[in-house]
Every structure is written in C-alpha cells, then in structure tokens.
T-cell receptor, first 113, second 116 residues
Framework: KNQVEQSPQSLIILEGKNCTLQCNYTVSPFSNLRWYKQDTGRGPVSLTI?????NTKSNGRYTATLDADTKQSSLHITASQLSDSASYIC????????????FGAGTRLAVHP | DGGITQSPKYLFRKEGQNVTLSCEQN?????MYWYRQDPGQGLRLIYY???????QKGDIAEGYSVSREKKESFPLTVTSAQKNPTAFYLCATKAGVLAGDRYEQFFGPGTRLTVL
C-alpha cells in the first residue's frame, strides 16, 4: 500500500531555534518527494521537489534531504521565525500515469516568541 | 494561491442538499484536481481532469460530481449521496500532461464546507 508517514505530529519550538521534521514513504513506483507548507485555512505552497538522484535541496531557511535507499526524507528549518508556524506536508509522487500524489498527514509546527 | 480562485471560502449546507464549489484558474494549466482534507489525514484525491471535457475519478469520488467544460473552470458538486461532506476542499492545477512529473501542483485557497 502506498503511504507517507510523518513525525512528529506536532512540534513547539522557540523563535530562532532550528528543527527537523521527518518523513518515511512507501511508494512504488517512486518519482519524486515534495514538501509543502500549509498555513491554517489556506492551500499548501510548495517548498521543494526532489527526485531519487537528489540528496539535498534548499529553499531559503528550509533544507530538505532525501535518502532513496531508506525511503526517508527530512525538512530542516533554520533560525525559525514566527511566520514558520504552519503545517508541513510531505508528499511522494508516483511515476507514470497521471503522477498521483500521496500525501502525509503533516506536522503542525508552532513557533513561540 | 497564485491564479487559482475558489469560492465561496465558507459554505454551509443542510443535510440532503447539493452544493457546488467553484474553482477558476488563469494559469492556462491543462490539469486540474479536487482534493479533500480532513483533520489528521493527508489530502485525498476526489476527481481530476487532464484536458477539457474529460475527467477521471480519484480515490474518493463517491457522492461527488464534476464537469470540465472550459479550461479555466472545474466545479465540484457535493451531492446528498456524500455521507460525511464536512471538510476542507482544495482545488489544484498543474501545467499539463506533457509537463512531466516534476512540475508542481499549485493549490487554491480552499473552501470549508460544513453540513448543519
């Protein structure tokens, strides 16, 4: 069964601190791994897209890693800001067909001053 | 959110009523999608359309219907057959079938439907 699992479910950190969110996926045939940021009551916004050949991709203070062998990905947030408070969703894309996306349930991050 | 508009933002429905959620895009994207988001769960695909006048069922199509008469529009109707329609509904677009699987999906701002 194709599935994406994220941990932790929720996380609270202080402003300025770093954090790492985890994602394990069981998807076949695998095409790419995406991370989205979703503010409360809004649509998700893409942060990174990585294929199996890419180990790391950065987008400002966000750095995603991918280990295609262990089927794990992480999203590292550096020097967190209050605006980073959101849900972060890990998404695996299937290869072929219409490239179906398999969504994780997300990690809800709260950054406190 | 880009050039994707969803309306209304909030929608209340009585049991037994059909309601239609609007999704309009000005990105000139060929593919459009409807997802449902429930607390503690990942987004689930309801319907998708890769070209005008064609659409396919997703994983949870029962109780929903769509149309794709124009490239810019992909309305979703939640029918009375949908047993648990209260959820956050998201519309998304992608450049097209030939855009490849690396191309991202862009999401609209969503519509929150509540059944009273």
């Amino acid at each position: 069964k194709n599935q994406v699992e994220q941990s932790p479910q929720s996380l609270i950190i202080l402003e300025g601190k770093n954090c790492t969110l985890q994602c394990n996926y069981t998807v076949s045939p695998f095409s790419n791994l995406r991370w989205y940021k979703q503010d409360t009551g809004r649509g998700p916004v893409s942060l990174t897209i990585m294929t199996f050949s890419e180990n790391t991709k950065s987008n400002g203070r966000y750095t995603a890693t991918l280990d295609a062998d262990t089927k794990q990905s992480s999203l590292h947030i550096t020097a967190s800001q209050l605006s980073d408070s959101a849900s972060y969703i890990c998404v695996a894309s299937l290869s072929g067909g219409y490239n179906k996306l398999i969504f994780g349930a997300g990690t809800r991050l709260a950054v406190h001053p | 959110d880009g050039g994707i508009t969803q309306s209304p933002k909030y929608l209340f429905r009585k049991e037994g009523q059909n309601v239609t959620l609007s999704c309009e895009q000005n990105l000139n994207h060929d593919a459009m999608y409807w997802y449902r988001q429930d607390p503690g769960q990942g987004l689930r695909l309801i319907y998708y359309s890769q070209i005008v006048n064609d659409f396919q069922k997703g994983d949870i199509a029962e109780g929903y219907s769509v149309s794709r008469e124009k490239k810019e529009s992909f309305p979703l109707t939640v029918t009375s057959a949908q047993k648990n329609p209260t959820a956050f509904y998201l519309c998304a677009t992608k450049a097209g079938v030939l855009a490849g699987d690396r191309y991202e999906q862009f999401f609209g701002p969503g519509t929150r439907l509540t059944v009273l």
